[in-house]
């Protein structure tokens, strides 16, 4: 480390200087205004007994929301049932509490145990994944960007995510320390939120006021309610400007010494033939690790991580790449995940690899030849004044090819007005090849609540000859109800580099456009039909051109909660340079045909069992590609659940043929909500190979977690059920707050 570290000496010096300035700023200054005022318990109240119940002395004094209005199916409409919310709280936690009052309480669906799985965050909004479910939203600093998310179902199964960037990034595989129980009621259910102000991060005013929304979905019927923000047109649960207020909290505790330690115990043993070998080359090792949390100042969090391990992960999905760019594959790995949204910076894709991220952080500790060890690293995040700034610094061992390298960023984002930013962002990459640095700016702004105006600018800094260039992005996304659009310009530099980003091309410029018109029939179980032509052009920096693509989409949203779609385009590309398509059949350089149909469908997972289902067809460089698959998923009892899944590309070239075929089977046992064990097996056709993954994972404490993981692959020259590694891990974490 003493050879790299004093290369990066000076952007540490630029990264100082900017802190140090932030540090100052003069924080930003609440705004009250009608909502639920926190109660503060008494202390003749006596503790909270954690069971769902709201029968403490104190929940009776606290003020209840009311006028929860429906955003679904009809809206602006008060909800078919009351939803009561109300807020405590003491010197050692905030407590919420919800009564979730239902006509009908047979009919309350509550299938799910397991963490992280009630809600998901994925697309333009929040969706519940089967059950009913309430969440909450708690903008703690009220700047009307950034909030947690806590959710929970009748079955006390959790959910918790980080918003950013008024819901423009949602990080579901955050997890948070805190505490909930739920309870079916005769009267529907109700559920009882305990938040350590430890988990949370707030100013140090005496007298604070919060951003708070809740939101209630109910699945038989597919009504979703919120408290606020419950407008289809610039509204939504992730739209953190819309939370209303949360007043009354006042004295709010602050310890001088704000310290969490995390140690962790791992052993683990390993088998794996060599090349050739006809046996299996066994090794044992344990380790110990640390990682540290503090609070340098209200809502300023230093992360430390020493030694740092993943063992606990679970595998990627397999995927079988068609295309002559890199897969991308999520981030999974905790420290990597808490207030990742800090550090986004360029622009990601829908139904494609992102076209340019200037940081993506699976580059740090994962190599071409797989895991990379982490021998340190460290992380400050947080609000100072108007400022959300984020700094991360890892250093990683030398392996295989790869030296010892050091990796750094810089971020900083300055609020504008209410619910837009300006902000500022540094990469640099050093130890292995050539040292690369990234520097950008860019800006989020909202003209009007449903109009969001977006640009951003970088440019790559190489050792040597090359890898310079600029990239720069601009955007208007128009997004109502009933009519919406988009136009975006993007622009890559064929010598630009992100060396500890994820760039998928370089050399382009793509103009791309789309308009959605939408109505709501209302008839034979229709919902929502979405109209949608769609167009991108892609040429050269030089103008050469590279791609196009036009055609219409149509989607139909059922009240049953399921969905059908259908789309087609029409298009062509070029080659430049021959390739292998999936490493195997030779595509020639030269321009081709992309016109392509597609069908998917889904039913509705109110029910215990859920199919769904698509299929492809495409003109495909130069011959025929036809993909189809589905997954059924059952649900018979809340303890177990199972997904099988099936995907075939069946590719016909003129440089030779083959069909792949990738099959996965997910189960599920949940003994409890702190104690679940799950299971992935996948086969992969082509590289004829099974792989497996099996994790037990014990909640012992609030933070503390026992892992038990085993992996194996299976598949060795042509013979499938060769064991070509295995693994067996135990890791022990146990959280310890000073």
Known sequence: MAVVAPRFAALWLCAAAVALAVLHATPASAQAGEGVRAVSIAEGDGPLRLDGLLSEPFWARAESTAGFLQREPLEGVPASDDTEVRVVYDGEALYVGIVAHDAHPEGVVARIRQRDRVLSGSGFGFSAAGDD?????LDSFRDRRNAVVLAVNPNGAKFDALVSDDGGEVNEDWRGVWEVAATRTPTGWSAEFLIPWRSLRYPADRVQTWG?????????????????????????????????????LADLPRRPFNLEAKPFLLGRRTQERAPGADHLDATEDAEV???LKTELRPG????????????????DDQQVNLTRFDLFFPEKRDFFLENAGIFEFGQRGFF?????????????????????????????????????????????????????EVFNVLRVKRDVGESAYVGLMATDRRGSGPANSVLGGDVQLYPHPTLEVSAFASRSFTEGAGGEGWVYRAALDWTRDLWGGLLQFLTVEGGARADMGFVTRTDIRRYQGSLRRSVRPGVLGIRKVDFRPNGQVQTTIGGRFQDWEFGPSLSFDLESGGSVSLG??????RVDEDFPVAGRVPVPAGRYR?????????????????????????DFFGGDLVSWGGTVSVTPVPAFSLSAGFTRNDVELPGGDFVSDILSLRTTWAFSTTLVTSALVQYNSLTDNVQANVRLNLIHRPGSDLFLVFTEERGVDGALWDVADRGLVAKLTWLVRL
Do not use: H
């Open 133 to 137: 479910v309430v969440a909450i939203l």
């Open 212 to 248: 708070l929304n809740v939101m209630r979905f109910v699945q038989r019927t597919q009504e979703e309610t919120l408290w606020r923000g419950w407008e289809r047109d610039g509204g939504g649960f992730r739209r953190v400007s819309r939370a209303g207020p949360l007043t009354g």
């Open 289 to 291: 690790g640390l990682d």
């Open 300 to 315: 300023l969090v230093l992360d430390l991580t020493v030694n740092t391990d993943f063992a606990q992960v679970e595998v």
């Open 352 to 404: 494609e690899p992102p076209p340019y991220l200037m940081f993506f952080s699976r580059r740090l500790g994962i190599g071409s030849g797989g895991e990379v060890p982490i021998l340190g690293g460290a992380r400050l995040t947080g609000r100072v004044g108007r400022q959300t700034v984020g700094l991360l610094s890892v250093a990683t061992d030398a392996a295989g090819e790869t030296d010892e």
């Open 568 to 573: 087609a385009s029409w298009g062509a590309t």
């Open 594 to 618: 992309t016109d392509e149909v597609t069908l998917s469908a889904s039913t509705t997972s109110a029910r215990p069992w859920q199919l769904s289902g698509n299929a492809r067809r495409a």
